[in-house]
């Protein structure tokens, strides 16, 4: 069976530059933060502020810096503690997620707010989360799900009306584009994700669109203050060796996994262009299998709204009989995942929260949600000829 994300192939064919990348480090000595974790946030905070000129890219706002910390979660928590979060306070979330945003707030004792989202493209929907705002919320997670930016101009409206942070989760969308269109920006323009709220957060676990051999993550912001808290948090409250002002963590990417990073993220221009050409030819054959489908066995790719360039971390589709399709997946030898098989709010360890059950949309995604590999090293045509064979 073929991989559902083919990181081998990908390996192989960066492996010299890998394997330099790799030895360099080993042979230095200079196994935690250093040079190579140091030459890595300058390097992703250059890509999210730079862009594709072609889009209108050059911005002349306050440029992003980069902190890598160990993990896509770590990142959220220490987001969150640098916002301030306090127990208590609630933060809205989608709905229809992976657990990360919604348990990292929980974590640190504020209760997640689970808003519904849109049915089409899959995003937090703007108007569920006007209805959750009440007077202990402090902020909003938007989630770029499946590598498409959330709904930003319209969420930096409602958390601009109603005194609230924003935290962008790019998990699954580094490399991502989105058109801004809202004050204090005048015009349309492209910005990258990563640079879309108060703080944002990406992760590099391996199978991400940029990943590295074990986990890692990182933080984004444009404030001085809070990058400075932010590095504060992740070094164990401490500015100065041995003097911790407050409270913090230990959450440190190592040099070897920045190295790995640095290689790949020569690459990934390349690699997203590849993955959505990939989408592209999905979305064609399924609109051809859509024209003679029968209702009750369409299969609908998550849609892409308009000034959205998705990384395309996972080609999800909503199936309208699910089990039928994946049996036929498994015939054809496709592999597949579901991402998610429940609403949080239905997850055990949030049962008690006793919100969320209205989410009709959520509901539906988790039912009809499956995935198809889609990465650039992928062979999608071999499967679009795999797909016509069963469908
Ligand atoms: C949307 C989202 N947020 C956060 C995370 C957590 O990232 P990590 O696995 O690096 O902790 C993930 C990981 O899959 C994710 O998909």
């Known amino acids: 069976m073929m991989p559902f994300v083919n990181l081998t192939a990908q390996r192989e064919a960066y492996r010299e530059e890998l394997e330099a990348a790799e030895r360099a480090v080993l042979d230095s000595g200079c196994y935690i933060g250093g040079p190579e974790v140091a030459a890595l946030e300058k390097e992703l905070a250059d890509f999210c502020n730079s862009g594709n000129s072609d889009a209108g890219c050059d911005r002349a706002e306050p440029k992003t810096s980069a902190i890598t910390c160990a993990s896509g979660t770590d990142a959220l928590t220490i987001a969150l ?15 229809f997620t992976f657990i990360a945003p919604a348990e990292c707030v929980a974590f640190l004792g504020g209760i997640p707010r689970f808003a519904d989202i849109d049915p089409e493209t899959l995003q937090i929907d703007p108007e569920s989360v006007r209805a959750l705002i009440g007077p202990k919320t402090r902020g909003i997670i938007g989630v770029d799900l499946f590598g498409q930016v959330a709904d930003f101009n319209e969420l930096w409206e409602i958390a601009v009306a109603n005194d609230l942070w924003l935290l962008e989760d790019a998990a699954q969308a580094f490399g991502a584009k989105y058109d801004i269109g809202v004050p204090p920006y005048s015009d349309i323009i492209t910005h990258r994700a990563c640079t879309l709220a108060t703080i944002s957060i990406t992760s590099f676990y391996p199978s991400k669109p940029l990943g590295c051999y074990g986990d890692g993550g990182a933080l984004f912001t444009s404030d001085p203050k809070l990058e400075a808290k932010i590095r504060q948090i992740a070094n164990h409250g401490s500015r100065e060796r041995y003097l911790h002002e407050t409270v913090g963590m230990n959450s440190r990417l190592d040099a070897l996994q920045a190295a790995i990073l640095r290689v790949k993220l020569r690459h990934l221009e390349e690699e997203l262009k590849v993955r959505r050409e990939n989408a592209r030819k999905y979305d064609e054959f399924f609109a051809e299998y859509n024209a003679r489908a029968s209702a009750g066995a369409k299969i609908v790719p998550q849609y892409i709204e308009h000034g959205c360039t998705s990384t395309y971390a996972q080609y999800t589709v909503l199936a309208d009989d699910r089990e039928t399709f994946i049996k036929k997946l498994d015939k054809a030898g496709i592999p597949h995942c579901i991402h998610y098989p429940q609403p949080l709010h239905e997850q055990p360890c949030f ?3 006793a919100q969320g059950s209205e989410n009709r ?3 539906m995604a988790s039912q009809k949600a499956v995935s198809l590999p ?15 064979s069963v469908l």
């Open 81 to 95: 503690m640098a916002l301030g979060l306090k127990p208590g306070d609630e933060v809205i979330v989608p709905d």
């Open 351 to 353: 049962r008690g929260l």
């Open 361 to 363: 949309n959520a509901i």
């Open 374 to 388: 889609v990465c650039a090293f992928t062979d999608v045509d071999f499967i679009i000829n795999k797909l016509r």
